[in-house]
């Protein structure tokens, strides 16, 4: 029967609403259980007022019997206590009974509930058949009591009057009135709320309007709403009740807020007393009664409500399931707190607050590992791990505050400080005082001795981290690792501190972040400084010492720390090694001379430019580069061009691997992408199908991104093990100081032996540090070469021209070669080509650089076999110049040396001439051989000149007279002279070559000829065979005439006496005057035998005339080239003719002119007929071909025009016949022409008058 | 459409000075193709940005290369892509039927050996919009009959 | 307003970051840094999470409590971070967003500047006026 006890209410979730009941208690009492069980089983929908979302609600209640003084004095703003029904019970169904007794008692209870104002209430009439059963004595209809108390009390509302049947049976009609029932109770019951709620909200609502007003008092209000909250906790509605929480945290931030901007409510009084107490939140109640009643008496402290608050709001949270909303809540709320106290600038104990927040954190922490399973907290745990951090670094704080983290433990005021800091916690709690892991224990003992905290610290730290980790807040983690190391180096143990400082170090570097990384660095660098790891720390040092963040003064004393050790002496053997790139770096480097290629033995210079990056200047006693050299042979000019083209113009880049302010590596680019257009043609026809753009290196691309290197720089946390390698050659430079910035250094590299240096590493030595920069990239070599000597000559001025002095450069480059006093040029002479000695001959040498260095005269001695030039002292690589004056000798006609031995005794060639392609003049190569002092073997050197004349020469005959005619024709660009032409004969004295040219000196101008003409005079008889010589002086028409140089040529006449005379008449018709045209005419051809047969004439030995004369046989032929004529009968024929002299032979040929005018005579030949048996006349001897071959060129010309007589002409074989029959020993008859000379045919220009014909008609018959 | 035409003016007289000022060596081995592109590359970054600044944040490559065939290319060619297409490997074809850089110049096969300069500008465009993005790609392009193209775009893992 | 207002790199390095000069700049570069922990965790929860617009703007990162880190991520994944004290609390969330859309704006105008060359560290006089703008305290 607890129901009907009284019994102090206590606000836990077992409230229920409450439900009085008055009337017949036993009846009552026999239907409660079946009544409390079926009222919540179905749910009913809960429409509410201000558009709130109707809800579905399990209804519940809590049956009291009626009291008077249940019923709510006015201006009672309880809501708990509150009945929201009440109902009258009666199963009485007599109208007597009724009429007695019950009506009475109903009235009561009515007008009781009138008064008080309730309207919620409902009559139940319970009937079952028993009762009626008991008295059958005047039995009215049951309805009537009904219908009496409707009429009685409900005026028209009927439906407060229920009917309940049978209750205790199961029946269907029992269980429909049941369930009628109970849906009228609910409806009640929520109409109820609705209203009742309602009028309560709306109270409050005008109650908060008030605020404003003066002793409005916030707890108060406080509590009113809180009351609405309790009774959505009871009615289950948790979201509601969050919601009045809410509005009250807000309300409250709110009047904090404007406390802060200024206006001073005066209800703030109690929250801004100063914190006595901090003993955190208290989660494991549902209501922490305290502080609800210190709230209530308005003397709860800013935690307290706070607290309060939060311990409700997690409360409901948690009935909510939503557990990782408190977590978040929590640290807000805690954040919050700290921040509100400062602004309303409570006053608490040192650390207080970390104690408060500290216990809080585990508080909400243990109170949500309490309602979730460890899966869920695993996977949340990025809800709770602000917590965890919240509460590590209030701890740490903590410790620091009360002396737990230096080395040597607490002072006493430090004692004290954690006396009064635990005296605030209070007592623990009844909740926790026997679970050992309680949050008031743990800060207890961690504030207890430095060893607890220490153990407390680095549990919670380690969690957090791990924490962190597990989520992937590795950042998180990093900064939780980095105080972890502060705690550390407090502690005095660096060594734990370091790893955690590298490992955050790490991440900042590889994320670029340049502060951050700065100060790192500076913790790292006391770590090292105190585990006294020498290059590790000098290392740090370096690149703090270089690091822009730092102010020059902090530059300045790292650079200092590493010039202090260097400065003390330590031991040589090992010097401390660091890598350069955090000291200095490369910046540039230049080749003097740019090529970067040398000769062995010059001088080449290295010009380094360094940035050193230390604040103050440096002095570094020694800075060498070590060099990889590699033999190449044939190391030459070749391989600079390579040199120029691969470093430009000897400066080489080094690209900044800027430490800090540079991005890092991750945002490097990778190789840029080069795309190409392509086109796709069909392969049957070559017509497009397609074009595009591709990507070339692809592969590249997609590959380079795996593997993203640090470059060196951001990488040497810890210094990179470099070793200087020594070299075997190194580029040193002593005593240099680099001043912060750019340096440039200039080294003399050595370059004694040919072939490539390669520059490896780069050191400099501080004392007893050395700064090493272990690969130079991109690689830097230079090149030494070395040069066989060379010896050129080259014509001063194009062309160089035969026979006149002609200037020829000589160059000498030296090469390797040192010209020593007396070495000396030897020149084999030709006496083709004599040198001339000049007077003054000077010689230039001149350095690679082409700058003169001297110039001397040189002495040359010739012999007629050797020429010496007697050469000045020149050093290697330089060049050597001089001209000499050379003649070309002009190879005059058939000169035949006989070939003799050279002095260096190599045979000698005969220049030989030839026709140069693009000039009209002869060319002759003139080698020349020079012994050289450098070399065993002796320089052969070419000249090419050019003969500038060209010579002809023709027989000319009239009649028996003979007449030479030479044509000179200057084939060069030059003008001449040409003086005393000379004609000579040598074997024949008799004959005599009378010149016919008048003048003695000719101008003979470029591209000109020159005809000179002399007639030839014999006594008794004219030799058959002539030689002649045509000699003449030349010289530049410029030069005087002292300059006059020989000119020879030379040619042979053979056969020249003319044999016959050929004569010819043409005779008119007979009885004509004049020859006509159309008409035959006789032509008479007369042959005269004008000399003695000569000797190498061949007769025919068979045919003899009977005067026993020997003869020979002639032909005759009659043709005419330009057909004027036309031949009737036999064109040609035979004749004999006696070999003695005025042997004439006549011959009459019909010819018909075809033309009128004067037309020239048809031509007459007359040939040579040798029979089968004769011999050849003429052996040709391999010389003279030779001879031939050799002038032939010289009158190339003469042949064409191939009438007159000419050498080439003489011997060979005339043929008429077809060319099959010239071979020569065929035995077969020939007829051979004679030479130009030997016929003379009076003939030859003679014309006759042709008178047109008179009939044309006639003519034309003819003519066809 | 006059408002395109500005940029399509432009657009072939930027091509016409590369490839004038570009000496034998530059033509033959694509690096006129190279520049324009890098030059495209610069633009898209810049361009994407702005378009994107008020768009929700991308769910994945998918959702940026929508964006690229849908906005990006109707603010830049006055139409959306007519096509796209993905393996789901990392590559994408972007096909435009009626390509504004090229519909000027010809239907059908004539002008096709110049038509690489064309997109050269035009697949940097899409590779600095994407690379922006965070998205690391390479764009080809192809055309077999003018004005359609289709784009090549290959995504690089990392 | 602000205190600090970073702009960060897509591959997580500072472009621009600039702290109100009173306060320790330390700090809060080691603070933004570490908030890229949280704006990590939020891009790659694009889409898990119901409901969520996929807005360029993070909201608050996290609260110490000195400070409330507020995030915001570009398309091109460039992240803007804004510091403010937490005892500022004139601030409401759209006054934060709109400052973000003012960064955001300026920004890309830098990004179209063609001075500029993307990936390196912000020099802009314009971009530094509007952050400091943002930095001028307002009670």
Redesign the interface.
Known sequence: MECQEERPIIYTMENKPIVTCAGDHNLFTSLYTSLAQQLPREPMEWRRTYGRAPKMIHLEANFVQFKEELLPKDGNKALLTFPFLHIYWTDCCDTEAYKSSVKEDMLRWHNSLRTHGSADWVIIVVESNDTKKKNKTNILPRSSIVDKIRSDFCNKQNDRCVVLSDPLKDSSRSQESWNSLLLKLRTLLLMSFTKNLGRFEDDMRTLREKRTQPGWSFCEYFMVQEELAFVFEMLQQFEDALVQYDELDALFTQYV?NF?AGDTANWLGSFCAPVRNWSGLLLRRPIDMEKRDSIQHEEASLLDLRSYLFSRQCTLLIFLQRPWEVTQRA??L??NC??EL??LEVSVVDGALDCWVFLSCLEVLHRIEGCCDQAQLAANS?HTV?LWA?ATDKLKSLGELCGLVSEKGPTSEDLNKTVDLLAGLGDERPETVNSLQSPYKKLKEALSSVEAFERHYLELSHAAMEM?RA??????AR?VGKSLAEFHMRKGDPKKAETFLQEALKS?LS???S??VT?TRRQIAECQKLLDRKEDYLQTSALLAGDSNLSTEERTHFCQEILNFAGKPGNPSHKATLSMSVFAQLTQLQFHPACASVHSGAALKVELTLRCMMPISVHIQQLAASIHFDVDHGGTHGRTKRAQRRTNLGVIEFKMGDSLAG??C??APGP????????DRSPSDN??????????N?HL??HH??GTSLPDTLNCVSPPTVTMKEGAQMLKVQDVTLAPGNNSIVFTAPSGQAGTYTLRQLCATVGEVQFVLSHIYPSVRYEVYSQEPQLTVEPLSEPLLAGLPQMVKFTLLTGHYTVKKGDALQLSNAETLPILPSTSCTARISSPTAELVSESTLSIQSSEKVTSISLPPTPPYHVLEFQLEVVCVIPSGSERPANERLTNGEVRHRPRSYSHPDTPMTAIDQRMSIDCPWSIYSTLLALTFYIPFKTKHSLLSAGNRKYIQVCVQNVSDVNFTLAEVKLTEKQHASLELQSLNTKTHQLLCSKHSLFCLWEVRWKDELPSCMKCVFSASFSPLSQDTSAFKPFHYQFQLERVTTLYSVKAEISPPAGEQHCRSGLLCGLEVCITRLTEPAEGEIAEESKTDPDGLKVTKLMYEVADSNSNWAVCGKSSGMVLMPMKVNATHKVHIEVMPLFAGHLPFPKIKVLRYLPHTAALAIQPDPDSCVENDSLSLLDKTLDDQGDTASIRSRGSVHSVGSGDQQQRGVAMPRLEAFSPGQVFNHSHTQQVLVLPATDDHIMEVNAT | MAHEAPFQLLHSELIHYICKTADGADSENGRSVTKLENMGFRVGQGLIERLTKDTARFKDELDVMKFICKDFWTCVFKKQIDNLRTNHQGIYVLQDNKFLLLCHMSAGKQYLEHAPKYLAFTCGLVRGALSNMGVKSIVTAEVSVMPACKFQVMIQKL | MAVCIAVIAKENYPLYIRSVATQNELKFHYTVHTSLDVVEEKISSVGKALGDQRELYLGLLYPTEDYKVYGYVTNSKVKFVIVVDSSNTSLRDNEIRSMFRKLHNSFTDVMCNPFYNPGDPIQSKAFNGVVSGMMVQTG
């Open positions: 807020l802060g640290l807000e805690l954040h700290v921040q400062r602004l990025s602000g919240y962190y989520i992937g807040r590795v950042r998180s900064l900042y994320e670029g972040w502060l951050p100060h991005l890092p991750s945002a840029s992408l080069e795309l190409d257009e392509v086109q017509s497009l199908n397609s074009t595009g753009v591709v990507c070339k692809t691309l997609l991104h795996e």
